[in-house]
Structure formats: structure tokens, C-alpha cells
């Protein structure tokens, strides 16, 4: 998507240094553009925890990058040598967060190819540089996909409003920013933004990292789509008075049994959206499907986060990125980062095949080949 008028992704291979891999630093946005090295499997790990980079399909396509990065380093004397340090790099990038459901994939992903790619570790190597193009770039084209399915509902809104604004309503950063480009919740605002669509979003901050405030916010601007940034509590007034159209997110692991994990607070944006009669769509590529896990609630492993998340808040003062306390300062903190949406509140998820019922039977009609035992054919 765009940067200051320049097309960009938000992961790619050093142009000329095949050894280095490049990122978006995103703690520093909005207030700074800052492009950030990756050299070894350590550094991705870091920018994964520390979330330099963040939202599912990045998360997944930067663990990608970071098995090639340490099948770069890995021992050459044997292959079982070489294999045993990818399995702990892979071990390494697992723990770094729990939610997410790409990062497993990719990192099983990789490993399997690479294994298969062997004895030769010249071509195990080339594999995992290929396969970590191979998921960023299937990233990018899957969420372009979604997006035009998306658009689809956006313009029957428009349609029945006679071409007024259609209002949407995102929760965190399911943005090209949170994937390699265009996004998932907001593929489809993109698309119809580009097709002249008259779209306006409405922004929820999400507390306590404001990826919404900071992140969505900022790159909607970049493409020119109308926005407005509410805070968290906001939505539900919204939808009362009929200024919300629909509803779209993303998610960080959705069952196959339709169950969301996404940003915390997406749970209660769909409780006021089922009152209202709000559509509430979800928006994912399948590598955000989980299909070993049937009950979200109790199965989907919830990442908490340091404190220090909740209690200071992070701003721009004087040209300085500032962080400011925010809560007496002894008090104590929970900082749970995500909950999950059951699927009887998703209208709808959205995927790069289509849009189907948030229900078993839903999505294995979009994805037959996992459907006669989806822990197997994963
Ligand atoms: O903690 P983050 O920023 O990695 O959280 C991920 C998110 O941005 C959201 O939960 C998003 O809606 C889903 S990820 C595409």
C-alpha cells in the first residue's frame, strides 16, 4: 500500500544483501518511518515479541523470513545437525506469541519443505528463502482476494443507501500493516475506496497499544480513505443511532468451527452489533484458520502482556516519543491481549475463496479438502 505516494510492503529481502531481511518498525509509528534490519533468527524473534512488527499475517510471514534467516547460520557438518538448530530456531520463534495461529503454520511450513528439500543444504537453504517469499507473497495476493469479496458487500450497502457514505467499523490494526499488503478488515474498505465507493471507518483506538489510533488510523490516511478515531467504549452509542453500517475485523486465529480470537474488545463490538442488528463480518486469509481446535473459549491460548502496556501510555511531546503513567502507580494490572467472539455472533468470514457462516459446515464448504478430517489434512 502506500507510503507517502511510494508503494510498500511490510517485509521484505534487502536488495542487495540476500542475508538481510527489512521491516517496518511499527513501535514508532505514526510519528516516525522506520525501516529496520533483521540478521538473525534472534533479531526476528525479538521484533516479533517486542512488536516491531504485529498482526497475524505479518507475524506469520516475518517467522517465515526468520527460518531462512536461520537456516543461513545453521550448522552445515550433517543434515540432522542442520535440521536439530532449525528445529529450535523454530522452538524460538513458537514462544515468542501464543495467539497468533500463523506463526505455527509458518514455521511448520517451512519445516517441512526444508526437511524435504534435503540432503543437499545448499538447496534446503534456497527452499527457505523461497518458501518465506512464497508465504509473504501469498499473503499479499490472499488479502487482495478478500478484499474484492469483501467489496461485494460494501456496494450492496452503498446501493441501499442510495450512494451515501458507507460507515464500517474496525477494531485493532487488521490493516496492511498487520500483513504484507492491503490487510484483511480493511481489503475490502480499500477496494471499494479505489472502486469510488463513498467508505468511511470508524477507528476504535484499542487500548492499550492503540493500534487502531496509531496504526489504522495512519495508514487509512496514507490511501485517502475517510476515517475517524473513536475511543474504545464508543462503538455501541454508534450502532444505537444507526451510524454504523457494518462491522469488519480481523483475527489472529479463527477455528474451523467459526470461533474469533481477535484484539481484545472485539468480543463486546460484536455483542452491540448483534443487538443493534449490525452486520459483523470477519476478514481472514485461511492461514489464519486453526483446524485442530474446536471451542474457542476454552482452547484458544490467550496472550497476556506486560503491565507496563496498560499503565503508561506512549505519545509524541515536543518532536520526542514520550511514554506517561497513566494509573496510581502501585496499583495492580491485567493486560489480556485478545478474547474470542463465538461464532454465533459472525455474520460472516470473509476469505480469500469467499464469504461463508461463521459454522463448521460454513467453512468446510469453502475449504473441502480439510473436510473430512481437518486435523489431518492441516
Ligand atoms: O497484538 P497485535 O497487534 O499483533 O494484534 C493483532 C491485531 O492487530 C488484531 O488482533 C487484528 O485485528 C488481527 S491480526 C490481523
Redo the contacts with the bound molecule.
Sequence with gaps: MNVNGKHRRTIWLHESNPAIVQIIEQRFLPYRFVIEDLKTVEDVAVAIKD?HV????L?GATAGFGMYLAALSAPRTSMQAFMADLKNAGDRLRAT?PT?VNLEWAVKRQLAAIEQAGPDIEVMIETALHVAQTIADEDAEYCRRLGEHGKAIIKEISAKKGGAPVNVLT????GWL??VDYG??TAPIYAAHDDGIDVHVWVDETRP?N?GARLTAWELGQHGVPHTVIADNVGGHLMQHGQVDMVI????RTLYTGDVA??IG?YLKALAAHDNGVPFYVALPSS?FDWEKRDGVKDIPIEQRDATEVKYMQGLHNDEIVEVLLTPENSAVANY??DVTPARLVTGLITERGICPASEAGVLALFPEKRNNPQESK
Excluded: E, L, P
Design positions: 512488536m504485529r498482526g497475524a499475517g507475524i506469541r497468533a477494531h485493532c490494526n487488521a498487520a500483513f484483511s478488515a497499544r493500534q475485523v480481523g483475527t489472529d481477535n484484539k472485539t489464519s491481549a485478545f
